[in-house]
């Protein structure tokens, strides 16, 4: 079966735009729930003996600090993690006298870490560093990787296209998880951030699978024009795409569902990631040449 990617790439890039435009405004007017990594407060592990109290006892019992929301983590059979705003070293011992009253805690067990503001503020200009480091390297590497295939498009515009459907793959992700923010609560820690900084390399591997593809076609193909070599060359990757996605998301549905609290929602940002990522890689990034192209083409006929 040939399926005509470049035919329908309009209808490709409506749904990527749309799915884009609503991830911007659930962002811009929602926000990103951020985790204390990144604002700072206090976690507190604790672990019991026995079985752990409920979660309404713990509430009850910690309702006199007037600690805002708390964040309950199961960690462990019997253990817990507990993520607040900032509280000071006798705050933190009337806390495990009280949590101790519930039942039996294990000894040395406990952690006690805090987090203030300047830390936060510092992982937050650090994590943009990287973000936009990584972002140049990558068009750097796709043009140096492509550098001999300079007709009918310019090896800079691959990279610009790779960009482009890693916004695409970033953008929406982050989209959803500010809708989770928003109605349950879900917060943006390290390991979401580390999960989507995978994405990045992930995204960006399957897009220069099929532009290495595209390039070879070009340098032995008979196709007589352009569109048609790309649409033979992502006819011939389809399946080594779908194939690679659909074992890693396995895997991730997994660990979504049975790996604990501690990995859902890093394993949640790898599915939204990988998924998209197997999406713009065919759907959008290489079409995106196509488009290019004809636009050049347009211009100079002017």
Same mark, same amino acid.
């Given at each position: 079966?040939?399926?005509?990617?470049?035919?329908?790439?309009?209808?490709?890039?409506?749904?990527?735009?749309?799915?884009?435009?609503?991830?911007?405004?659930?962002?811009?007017?929602?926000?990103?729930?951020?985790?204390?990594?990144?604002?700072?407060?206090?976690?507190?592990?604790?672990?019991?003996?026995?079985?752990?109290?409920?979660?309404?006892?713990?509430?009850?019992?910690?309702?006199?600090?007037?600690?805002?929301?708390?964040?309950?983590?199961?960690?462990?059979?019997?253990?817990?993690?507990?993520?607040?705003?900032?509280?000071?070293?006798?705050?933190?011992?009337?806390?495990?006298?009280?949590?101790?009253?519930?039942g039996k805690l294990?000894?040395?067990?406990?952690?006690?870490?805090?987090?203030?503001?300047?830390?936060?503020?510092?992982?937050?200009?650090?994590?943009?560093?990287?973000?936009?480091?990584?972002?140049?390297?990558?068009?750097?590497?796709?043009?140096?990787?492509?550098?001999?295939?300079?007709?009918?498009?310019?090896?800079?515009?691959?990279? +610009?296209?790779?960009?482009?459907? +890693?916004?695409?793959?970033?953008?929406?992700?982050?989209?959803?998880?500010?809708?989770?923010?928003?109605?349950?609560?879900?917060?943006?820690t390290i390991p979401?951030?580390?999960?989507? +900084?995978?994405?990045?390399?992930?995204?960006?591997?399957?897009?220069?699978?099929?532009?290495?593809?595209?390039?070879?076609?070009?340098?032995?193909?008979?196709?007589?024009?352009?569109?048609?070599?790309?649409?033979?060359?992502?006819?011939?990757?389809?399946?080594?795409?779908?194939?690679?996605?659909?074992?890693?998301?396995?895997?991730?549905?997994?660990?979504?569902?049975?790996?604990?609290?501690?990995?859902?929602?890093?394993?949640?940002?790898?599915?939204?990631?990988?998924?998209?990522?197997?999406?713009?890689?065919?759907?959008?990034?290489?079409?995106?040449?196509?488009?290019?192209?004809r636009k050049k083409?347009?211009?100079?006929?002017?």
């Amino acid at each position: 079966m040939f399926i005509a990617f470049v035919k329908h790439r309009r209808i490709f890039y409506t749904l990527s735009l749309t799915l884009v435009g609503v991830a911007v405004f659930a962002i811009f007017f929602f926000g990103l729930k951020f985790g204390i990594d990144f604002t700072g407060g206090t976690i507190l592990r604790v672990e019991y003996e026995n079985n752990l109290p409920s979660l309404e006892r713990l509430q009850d019992s910690l309702k006199e600090f007037h600690l805002g929301k708390i964040t309950f983590q199961k960690d462990g059979k019997n253990a817990l993690t507990l993520k607040m705003k900032y509280i000071p070293e006798s705050t933190h011992e009337e806390i495990m006298q009280k949590l101790g009253k519930l039942g039996k805690l294990k000894k040395g067990s406990s952690h006690f870490e805090t987090i203030g503001p300047a830390i936060g503020r510092e992982l937050r200009q650090k994590t943009k560093f990287v973000i936009i480091s990584c972002l140049l390297a990558i068009v750097l590497y796709i043009a140096f990787s492509f550098r001999r295939v300079s007709k009918p498009v310019n090896s800079f515009v691959y990279g +610009l296209a790779g960009l482009v459907a +890693l916004g695409h793959d970033i953008v929406i992700p982050l989209g959803i998880f500010a809708l989770l923010g928003k109605f349950y609560g879900v917060e943006v820690t390290i390991p979401v951030i580390t999960a989507l +900084l995978t994405v990045f390399g992930y995204s960006i591997n399957d897009s220069v699978v099929v532009f290495d593809r595209v390039r070879e076609n070009l340098l032995r193909s008979t196709a007589s024009t352009f569109e048609m070599v790309v649409d033979k060359s992502l006819n011939q990757t389809l399946t080594r795409s779908l194939n690679t996605s659909l074992t890693t998301l396995l895997v991730l549905f997994s660990i979504f569902f049975f790996g604990g609290e501690t990995l859902k929602y890093f394993s949640l940002a790898l599915i939204l990631g990988i998924s998209f990522g197997t999406y713009s890689s065919m759907f959008l990034a290489t079409p995106l040449l196509v488009s290019y192209l004809r636009k050049k083409q347009r211009a100079r006929r002017r």
